[in-house]
């Protein structure tokens, strides 16, 4: 990586969950960074940044912050403010727009922010991906019809934003009938299914990619796989991710240059094509089938709980890595991956994806020692550290082999207690079983 000089500076990062508490420990380390805001924040981002009591959304509040602190590059983690235009807020302020960002605007943003337009890009610019149709709210019977020549299982798509949880996939032809009809006539999603796109089922192994790029030129951080249903063996609920694992042993370097081949360069391309600037992360959600990459989504930020994984192998220095891509300096720019393996273990309150309860106080932090502990739904009530949301802790635990970052993660995991703890038992078992299976065919 090229060495770059400049003075220290003032940071803000906007979020408040898992993968900011991971992106502010990995600022934290760089040379380049004076303070560091987080806004909104959480206890575990207190306890190494100032945390700014504004919501990830309030532009105005943002803005104002940023003029009084003397910010001079701003990171956006979630994908709210992103898709809501905080890049376009701030480019058209006089006082605010040479504030670098990372972080794509409105446009570029709806590459997650609708599954409708995200689906047509694909087509347009030849990536390949699920064959799939769009229906409005007054198309029920059509996408009831369309369900019945469709082999199951079926898989739903609320349009919009829905925090992780507008994929529905159903085995049963009345269950996926049903859901659509929650889904446009109910509106289960809000606004964010007023349209549903129904998929084809790809059937494979899923894969998260992730990109940052600076419009022109990009590079590739370490790829993870994450796990989204509640329950062991990927049973239950989607939720927003319940853990992850890097590296993934089926991205092997042939696989991952057709990714990059078939799926990133024409992305970025055609980005460029028509006319969208994008400067942030691309996180590519891919399914392996056979060999062959698909897209399923695009997000345009870092997923959680996979950055919790990505942070802790790459090398270097991170603000290095966001200024290069803020000013548009990608060309050239390497990233040092480390070698080791990683596994994140979310620990849930009890109820979620569905009610859960908060302020359950969290005991044994202290007591862990070879793993990291990532907060995301936690704060400070009274001077101790409490739950505050559905997935409250992120614990990554690194080793030479993919057993022993699980076993350092879940020796972690015992220590800690609330009431009403939950959490997978089982991840990174499937790639520990493709990686033995490897093994012994080699």
Same mark, same amino acid.
């Given at each position: 990586?090229?060495?770059?000089?400049?003075?220290?500076?003032?940071?803000?990062?906007?979020?408040?969950?898992?993968?900011?508490?991971?992106?502010?420990?990995?600022?934290?380390?760089?040379?380049?960074?004076?303070?560091?805001?987080?806004?909104?924040?959480?206890?575990?981002?207190?306890?190494?940044?100032?945390? %700014?009591?504004?919501? *990830?959304?309030?532009?105005?509040?943002?803005? !104002?912050?940023? /003029? $009084?602190?003397?910010?001079?590059? &701003?990171?956006v983690g979630p994908e709210v403010p992103l898709v809501k235009g905080i890049r376009d807020y701030f480019a058209a302020d006089e006082k605010l727009k040479n504030i670098l960002m990372v972080g794509p605007g409105k446009t570029?943003?709806?590459?997650?922010?609708?599954?409708?337009?995200?689906?047509?890009?694909?087509?347009?610019?030849?990536?390949?991906?699920?064959?799939?149709?769009?229906?409005?709210?007054?198309?029920?019977?059509?996408?009831?019809?369309?369900?019945?020549?469709?082999?199951?299982?079926?898989?739903?798509? %609320?349009?919009?934003? *829905?925090?992780?949880?507008?994929?529905?996939? !159903?085995?049963? /032809? $009345?269950?996926?009938?049903?859901? &659509?009809?929650?889904?446009?006539?109910?509106?289960?999603?809000?606004?964010?299914?007023?349209?549903?796109?129904?998929?084809?089922?790809?059937?494979?192994?899923?894969?998260?990619?992730?990109?940052?790029?600076?419009?022109?030129?990009?590079?590739?951080?370490?790829?993870?796989?994450?796990?989204?249903?509640?329950?062991?063996?990927?049973?239950?609920?989607?939720?927003?991710?319940?853990?992850?694992?890097?590296?993934?042993?089926?991205?092997?370097?042939?696989?991952?240059?057709?990714?990059?081949?078939?799926?990133?360069?024409?992305?970025?391309?055609g980005l460029k094509q028509e006319n969208i600037s994008y400067n942030g992360f691309i996180f590519i959600g891919l399914m392996n089938v056979e060999g062959e990459p698909y897209v399923i989504e695009y997000n345009a930020r870092?997923?959680?709980?996979?950055?919790?994984?990505?942070?802790?192998?790459?090398?270097?220095?991170?603000?290095?890595?966001?200024?290069?891509?803020?000013?548009?300096?990608?060309?050239?720019?390497?990233?040092?991956?480390?070698?080791?393996?990683?596994?994140?273990?979310?620990?849930?309150?009890?109820?979620?994806?569905?009610?859960?309860?908060?302020?359950?106080?969290?005991?044994?932090?202290?007591?862990?020692?070879?793993?990291?502990?990532?907060?995301?739904?936690?704060?400070?009530?009274?001077?101790?550290?409490?739950?505050?949301?559905?997935?409250?802790?992120?614990?990554?635990?690194?080793?030479?082999?993919?057993?022993?970052?699980?076993?350092?993660?879940?020796?972690?995991?015992?220590?800690?207690?609330?009431?009403?703890?939950?959490?997978?038992?089982?991840?990174?078992?499937?790639?520990?079983?493709?990686?033995?299976?490897?093994?012994?065919?080699?």
């Open positions: 990586m090229h060495t770059v000089i400049f003075e220290p500076m003032n940071i803000l990062l906007i979020g408040s969950g898992g993968r900011e508490h991971a992106l502010a420990w990995k600022i934290k380390q760089s040379l380049h960074c004076n303070n560091l805001f987080v806004a909104p924040g959480n206890a575990g981002t207190a306890q190494l940044a100032t945390n %700014a009591p504004i919501a *990830a959304d309030d532009f105005v509040q943002l803005g !104002s912050f940023c /003029l $009084a602190q003397k910010i001079e590059l &701003v990171l570029g943003a709806q590459l997650e922010g609708s599954k409708d337009f995200s689906k047509q890009f694909m087509l347009r610019n030849n990536i390949p991906t699920a064959k799939a149709k769009t229906f409005y709210s007054n198309q029920t019977a059509e996408a009831e019809g369309y369900l019945e020549k469709l082999e199951p299982p079926y898989v739903l798509k %609320a349009d919009g934003l *829905a925090a992780g949880k507008g994929v529905v996939i !159903s085995s049963s /032809l $009345a269950e996926a009938k049903a859901t &659509v009809r929650e889904m446009l006539e109910e509106k289960k999603f809000g606004d964010a299914s007023a349209k549903v796109l129904i998929e084809e089922f790809l059937d494979g192994i899923e894969l998260s990619v992730f990109v940052l790029t600076d419009g022109q030129d990009y590079v590739l951080l370490p790829e993870a796989k994450d796990y989204k249903r509640i329950g062991d063996e990927d049973t239950g609920p989607n939720t927003g991710g319940m853990g992850s694992v890097s590296p993934v042993p089926f991205a092997s370097s042939a696989f991952m240059k057709k990714v990059e081949e078939k799926i990133i360069r024409p992305t970025v391309a870092m997923g959680d709980p996979e950055t919790q994984s990505v942070m802790m192998r790459l090398k270097g220095d991170f603000v290095e890595l966001l200024m290069a891509c803020a000013k548009g300096e990608l060309k050239n720019h390497t990233l040092e991956i480390d070698p080791a393996y990683v596994t994140t273990v979310v620990m849930a309150a009890g109820g979620y994806p569905d009610a859960y309860e908060k302020e359950k106080v969290i005991s044994g932090l202290g007591d862990v020692t070879n793993a990291h502990v990532f907060h995301a739904g936690t704060k400070l009530k009274d001077g101790k550290i409490v739950t505050d949301g559905g997935r409250v802790l992120a614990i990554t635990g690194k080793g030479q082999s993919l057993v022993e970052a699980r076993s350092h993660a879940y020796q972690a995991v015992s220590k800690i207690n609330w009431e009403g703890k939950y959490f997978r038992s089982d991840i990174g078992k499937d790639v520990l079983k493709i990686h033995t299976s490897q093994n012994l065919e080699s």
